[in-house]
């Protein structure tokens, strides 16, 4: 019987978090392979609806050593673009990526982890976990979800206004997703946009840069024992890019308070009123997507593995990257990812005794 190939590293996820991390043990002279679930490079990014585009300009929404370059007539390149750049970066640095296997299971094998997989099983020395959250969309727990006879779909399912031409809508969501979808469905819908509180939105001329700047601020403070600066949550909510500016400019993104059930032909409010609609669009966030590490039994409060920078600490063979600021400062963004793969490396290439170039 063959035994299971054996690597330093596995990575798990090919996505913008997983080249990070690919470009930074390649640095450092680990061996890795990254597995990627996709049929495709590109990430979450290659199933996006069609009018997103980035909070910053291509050159602010780079991953390590790489510059994106710009989208010819765009200031902020569309996800279209993205996708490109993360299958040139993914070529450029030979990075081993083998898709799609689709990772079910890690779990301890002796001085090693066993990665398990639908195409076959890994042992590693280390596993780096980057597998994002757009596959885990989270669903409130609405009254009424289950009678609602209209469409019901996630911010995941929503690709563009066609589908909805002349119907009334209601989004879900006071979030940069619930106003990017409400902005493109409003010059072709009747429609409703809800939210938990009122929105708030950025100043015009914030964008994805200053939203790193402020995170990295943030964790700045907090590793020097400083008052909490509030990071990105102190700026508001919404990034006001062009096409949210232009809605909200026409008095098309106004928003209602949210509702308090569902009923079989709408939506109904505290007040005992109600509006009939067709479609339900929920742009209610995401979970991260663990299940592969479930084996390990390290979830903590809230689902999330409780972490020192990258390193579970119940765990330390296991990277977590990308998920959110537990992770690392904007690790699930383009331009912050960066950092903290990096620490993860290093810390990686410590853990084995090799040296650092």
């Not at 640095?27 to 910053?56: K, M």
């Amino acid at each position: 019987m063959t035994a299971p190939p054996q690597v330093d590293v596995v990575v798990i996820g090919g996505g913008q978090a997983g080249l990070a991390a690919g470009y930074h043990l390649r640095r450092l002279g680990i061996e890795f392979v990254i597995l990627d679930s996709q049929a495709a490079p590109g990430g979450a990014w290659q199933h996006a609806w069609d009018s997103l585009h980035l909070f910053s300009p291509a050159a602010y929404s780079s991953l390590p050593g790489r510059l994106m370059p710009p989208q010819e007539g765009e200031n902020y390149p569309d996800a279209a673009h993205v996708v490109g750049y993360l299958a040139d970066y993914e070529q450029r640095y030979e990075l081993p990526v083998r898709r799609p296997v689709r990772v079910q299971g890690v779990h301890r094998d002796g001085e090693l982890l066993r990665v398990e997989a639908d195409s076959g099983t890994w042992r590693a020395r280390a596993v780096i976990s980057a597998t994002g959250t757009w596959w885990r969309p989270f669903l409130p727990a609405v009254p009424g979800r289950e009678v609602f006879t209209g469409r019901q779909l996630h911010t995941v399912e929503y690709r563009s206004p066609v589908a909805f031409a002349g119907q009334r809508v209601v989004v879900v969501g006071g979030g940069n997703s619930g106003a990017q979808i409400a902005a493109d469905l409003a010059p072709h819908a009747d429609l409703l946009w809800v939210t938990q509180r009122e929105p708030r939105f950025l100043a015009d001329d914030i964008d994805g840069r200053a939203l790193f700047d402020a995170a990295t601020a943030r964790r700045r403070a907090l590793e020097r024992g400083q008052a909490d600066t509030g990071g990105v949550a102190s700026l508001g909510d919404v990034v006001a890019v062009p096409p949210v500016r232009a809605a909200r400019d026409a008095g098309l993104l106004k928003a209602q308070p949210m509702f308090t059930r569902l009923t079989s032909d709408g939506v109904e409010w505290a007040d005992g009123s109600r509006a009939a609609v067709d479609a339900v669009i929920w742009c209610t966030g995401f979970r991260p997507a663990l299940s592969h590490l479930a084996p390990l039994g390290l979830r903590g409060p809230r689902g999330q593995i409780p972490t020192h920078g990258t390193r579970a600490v119940d765990e330390s063979r296991l990277h977590l990257l990308g998920y959110g600021d537990w992770t690392g400062p904007a690790s699930a963004t383009l331009i912050g990812v960066g950092r903290p793969a990096r620490d993860a490396a290093r810390a990686i290439a410590e853990q084995f005794g090799t040296v650092r170039p």
